[in-house]
């Protein structure tokens, strides 16, 4: 069984960053990843929030690249288990398993569903979670993005450049995005804003047609649509994490100011973990922290 100083869960920017970040401090270093690399930045060709201008796929490939250059080892394979020994800690993957004096849980999180009517049935068939991989087959339709974040309205200023028109649908009475980017959106002269609606269904034949929709007074009606884009939160992906460590009503996983969870040595950063703030630019702060911290732990 291979031992390492530090496995990183997760190839996102963030299990990325932290794993360069711990090879440079010397420590013998693996990743493991069950899907593809880069996370959920990989749909975006255009990343916000960050130090270098380009695509999600560009960011992730030259942190693989550079990774790979310092000696971090791709273990592949999805995690099933982790399991803290007196110690050490064992990773258990489909592709074998390991050991670490040390393990950061940097993996991330998924996109929330509305759990709507018809969300499954077109899933693929005009309902989207990537503005940037499905934009393109809307040029010259109407479409709807659901939600009211920073993801939302990025997402929302990305279909503009295709689709004839896009109505961007709240269920609060203002954006939760940041101020500079809904002004930007809306300054955008084929997007509106529909406030305090909430989606009630997907409608649609062979593809989506339409959603109904119910205002706050309870008043049903029907927006003619060709696509539905949903952007309504991340769920944290901490299954795989012990049973003993502490995790928020959301599931996000809690740590000290260390980034250390409640079991020694086990740490977490990014999306999985409570309190990230949800932007890039802390996913990196938080990874090269975590490393720093956990090379701290096993030089203590």
């Known amino acids: ?25 010397g420590l013998k270093t693996a990743t493991t990843e069950g899907n593809l690399f880069g996370g959920l930045v990989i749909n975006i060709a255009e990343l916000e929030g960050y130090d270098e201008q380009a695509s999600g796929v560009d960011i992730a ?7 790979a250059a310092a000696g971090v080892e791709n273990l592949g394979g999805t995690v099933s288990a982790i399991e803290a020994g007196a110690t050490e800690v064992k ?35 005009g309902v989207s979670q990537c503005a940037d991989c499905d934009g393109p087959m809307f040029q010259g339709e109407h479409v709807v993005v659901v939600g009211g974040g920073d993801a939302a309205f990025q997402e929302a200023a990305a279909l503009a450049h295709y689709a004839g028109s896009v ?17 930007r959106v809306r300054a955008l002269p084929n997007v509106s804003i529909r406030a305090g609606v909430q989606v009630e269904e997907i409608l649609g034949g062979t593809t989506v047609e339409g959603v109904t929709i119910r205002a706050a007074d309870g008043a049903k009606s029907r927006i ?17 994490a012990p049973a003993d460590i502490k995790r928020d009503a959301a599931g996000a996983i809690e740590t000290d100011a260390s980034f250390q969870t409640a079991i020694p040595r086990i740490f977490a950063a990014g999306a999985v973990r ?17 490393a720093e911290n956990a090379a701290r732990t096993l030089a203590g």
């Open 91 to 125: 990773v258990v993957a489909d592709s074998g398993e390991y050991r670490a004096r040390a393990v950061v849980i940097a993996t991330g999180a998924r996109m929330k569903k509305l759990g709507v009517r018809g969300e499954e049935e077109f899933d693929h068939r």
């Open 167 to 183: 109505t961007v649908l709240l269920r609060g009475a203002v954006p939760r995005a940041s101020g500079v980017l809904a002004e």
């Open 1 to 25: 069984m291979s031992t390492y100083d530090l496995i990183v869960v997760g190839e996102g920017i963030t299990g990325l960053a932290c794993a360069r970040h711990a090879a440079s401090l």
């Open 274 to 290: 409570a309190g990230y703030s949800g932007k890039l630019v802390d996913a990196v702060r938080e990874a090269r922290s975590a």
């Open 224 to 240: 003619d649509c060709a696509g539905v884009f949903v952007f309504v939160g991340l769920t944290p992906n901490s299954e795989i």
């Open 61 to 67: 490939a030259a942190l693989m690249e550079s990774n």
